[in-house]
């Protein structure tokens, strides 16, 4: 059997209160658009800004991923398939992924993602399979949850921004690769659920390093949510809520009022009443995450609403 291509993987760091990614990104966005088998991973560490809500929502796994490649401390930042370009590097070029996209691997991985219910644990597989004959019986891995897109206004004026680490980081080291081409070793990592994600749409991505730290390969599953079928329907785009986060004013998209309950994970009630058309929110509400429900037609729907500070 031979080597197959490696994926051209692109990790991206940010921040949604950085002014020169709102001016650098949009290009690299359309540079990966020509690359459309390209894995775009983004993170959203502390430092240069630690207000940015990307990162409050988990900043030990966003920091820990920019440390590792020692990139930590400025924004915006891209690492090729494991290597760290210069912050001068041209990123709205294709430039530097024409440099990497030929590079070949040993090895190729599949990866898929399970929850059976919103509160269950995420199962996370991963398989790695040795495609052609060398001497590595070890090697690590890297594995994380994201998000599609995360649909929301940033304090830099970006909007929606694509590919968002979300949580379920881990790394693991010391990994048995498989020594027989042909042969596969699977592994199941098991996380703690992320309550207050159920409506969005996420994927599992994986990276593999040799034992010396040396980029591999990288793969990524398909996308779902975590909510039941009969539940997902509840989460209705006929209705909206922006801007989402937000720290202050926020509006719905419906032309009537509408009677409101905004609710925590717990079941609690914040707050409940009359939402005018075109009107800001009545109700002070402290950071944290709402499930914001209203009755249309018939049928309840819900809204995931996040308030940051």
């Avoid at 009443?273 to 109700?283: E, P, Q, R, T, V």
Wanted: net charge negative; proline share 6%.
């Amino acid at each position: 059997m031979a080597q197959v291509p490696k994926t051209i993987l692109v990790e991206h760091f940010t921040n949604t209160y950085c002014s020169v990614c709102a001016s650098r990104n949009p290009g690299l966005f359309g540079n990966l658009a020509n690359f459309p088998d390209a894995l775009h991973l983004s993170y959203h560490p502390s430092s240069p800004y630690k207000q940015c809500p990307l990162n409050q929502y988990n900043k030990d796994g966003n920091d820990k991923r920019a440390n590792y490649y020692s990139v930590y401390g400025s924004t915006p930042r891209v690492v090729a398939n494991g290597v760290a370009l210069a912050p001068q590097t041209d990123i709205t070029s294709s430039q530097f992924i024409d440099d990497i996209k030929g590079e070949m691997s040993d090895y190729s991985l599949n990866v898929s993602w399970s929850q059976t219910g919103p509160s269950d644990s995420i199962r996370i597989n991963v398989s790695v399979k040795l495609e052609s004959s060398n001497s590595q019986t070890k090697g690590k891995i890297y594995i994380g949850l994201f998000q599609d897109t995360v649909f929301m206004e940033s304090k830099n004026g970006e909007e929606n921004p694509p590919h968002v680490f979300r949580g379920g980081s881990m790394e693991i080291s010391d990994l048995s690769l498989p020594t027989i081409v042909g042969n596969t070793e699977t592994f199941e990592l098991v996380l703690a659920p992320l309550s207050d994600l159920e409506d969005a749409s996420l994927y599992a991505a994986a990276v593999l390093y040799d034992e010396m730290g040396s980029y591999e390969q990288a793969a990524r599953s398909t996308s779902h949510t975590s909510l039941p079928t009969h539940l997902a329907t509840d989460f209705d785009q006929s209705f909206s809520i922006y801007p989402n986060p937000s720290q202050n004013a926020v509006y719905h998209n419906l032309n009537t009022d509408i009677q409101v309950n905004i609710m925590d994970y717990t079941g609690k009630s914040h707050y409940e009443g009359i939402w005018k058309k075109s009107s800001a929110l009545s109700a002070k509400l402290e950071p944290g995450i709402y499930l914001v429900q209203v009755a249309l037609d018939g049928h309840v729907r819900i809204q995931r609403l996040l308030i940051y500070p």
